[in-house]
């Protein structure tokens, strides 16, 4: 008998027990990047969405959860910065990772994007730090679209403020369009054919080039492709964009086909 191994009796029975079995070990299921991602307590669509666009082999998805209201509003948003830290520290403390992304588009306006990015190198110095308007900004201008036709669920109030951020930030916005819903529950529960139909609606207008869908409760990943093809235009949105910079961030260059025009885009420097 092998000398690590042993009868135990136990049950009237003997029990085989080999111990110090041989092992080999790999780079584990981030051996080309680990990446970490802070999901609001509320989100009920970013996993999935990610799920279906993740890369199959060899780069690791860590989320983490924090807390937020689920209604919507400026001061809500602001107060959830809070939160970030404590979420980030959730993350597997011993993998060394290539990007995170704090994943709400209005509470990174609300917020700040330098801001969110500081609270994350609190904890993870050094990382490459992503959010879904410093994401869509990154990939509407490496896909060369000029004129953004936004769309979004939010109330009146969300709306203004989130335009008028992201026309600072460079972005040109002609159109725009939203469901003016202030429950994000209701908002996850928008059905893919209603998102689509309202991409075709403000996306067909001349004066854009392209369209943006602001939210992560929203589901687009899945319908990207088809829209562009009703359109004839770039469609990006704040989890499609930001799964998408995530993965550049951290050198991974695949194209990813079935998503539309973006996982075919490389990041502009």
């Known amino acids: 008998m092998h000398s690590d191994a042993a009868n135990v009796q136990g049950s009237g029975a003997d029990l085989i027990n080999l111990e110090h079995l041989p092992f080999q070990t790999d780079g584990g299921i981030g051996s080309r990047a680990a990446v970490g991602l802070l999901v609001l307590e509320t989100d009920q669509t970013i996993e999935d969405e990610f799920r279906a666009i993740w890369p199959r082999d060899g780069v690791a998805l860590y989320a983490a959860r924090l ?4 209604i919507i509003t400026p001061e809500k948003l602001l107060q ?31 917020i700040g994007e330098d801001k969110v990015a500081a609270l994350i190198h609190s904890v993870k110095p050094g990382v490459k730090v992503t959010d ?70 403000i996306g067909s207008r001349p004066e854009c080039d392209g369209v943006f869908v602001s939210c992560t409760s929203l589901r687009v990943a899945k319908i990207a492709e088809e829209a562009e093809a009703l359109i004839g235009k770039p ?16 050198g991974i260059e695949d194209e990813i086909p079935g998503f539309g025009r973006l996982f075919r885009t490389q990041l502009k420097a």
């Open 235 to 250: 469609v990006t949105s704040s989890n499609h964009a930001l799964a998408w910079h995530m993965l550049r961030l951290a």
């Open 80 to 110: 959830m910065q809070a939160e970030i830290p404590p979420a980030a520290k959730l993350l597997p403390f011993m993998t060394d990772f290539k990007a995170i992304a704090f994943a709400c588009t209005s509470g990174a306006l609300v």
């Open 67 to 70: 807390h937020n209201d689920v």
């Open 132 to 201: 879904p308007v410093t994401a869509a900004r990154a990939a509407i201008s490496s896909m060369g679209v000029k004129r953004v036709a936004l769309l979004t669920p939010y109330v009146k109030e969300i709306n203004e403020r989130l335009r008028d951020s992201l026309v600072a930030r460079g972005l040109d916005i002609p159109v725009m369009g939203s469901f003016n819903e202030a429950d994000d529950d209701v908002v996850a529960r928008i059905t893919p054919d209603a998102i689509r139909d309202a991409i075709v609606e």
